[in-house]
């Protein structure tokens, strides 16, 4: 599966971004997807999930009630909705694949990772 992720740019505090990512290859309904980020000197963090339905979400508890992450399986993409953007959002956000399980929140479990795109929010 390969991944692009686009989307990312600089905004103020209380802004709305999406982010998309599309992905070719493998069957993109049989993928479950996950959007994680990683801000400078800090670990890659896990922000949204979707199962390969689309019918079950996670989210992490800082982005809960602001990110939706949805897919378009007729687009092969994956999309998080970010709102009310804030500073400690800024990170390089990045999409990633997993092929067996039905809905992953932890980086390691997943199989394919798309390159990175910039969020910056500032304040």
């Known amino acids: 599966v390969q991944l692009q992720a686009s989307g990312g740019g600089l905004v103020q505090a209380g802004a709305s971004l999406r982010l998309a990512c599309a992905a070719s290859g493998r069957a993109f309904d049989n993928n479950a997807m996950g959007w994680f980020r990683q801000a400078p000197g800090k670990e890659r963090e896990f922000v949204a999930a979707i199962s390969r339905s689309g019918g079950h979400t996670a989210y992490a508890d800082s982005v809960k009630g602001r990110f939706t992450i949805s897919r378009d399986s007729a687009k092969n993409t994956v999309y998080l909705q970010m709102n009310n953007l804030k500073p400690e959002d800024t990170a390089v956000h990045y999409c990633?694949?997993?092929?067996?399980?039905?809905?992953?929140?932890?980086?390691?479990?997943?199989?394919?990772w798309g390159r990175g795109t910039q969020v910056t929010v500032s304040s």
């Open positions: 990633a694949a997993e092929r067996t399980l039905p809905l992953v929140t932890r980086l390691a479990e997943y199989d394919y």
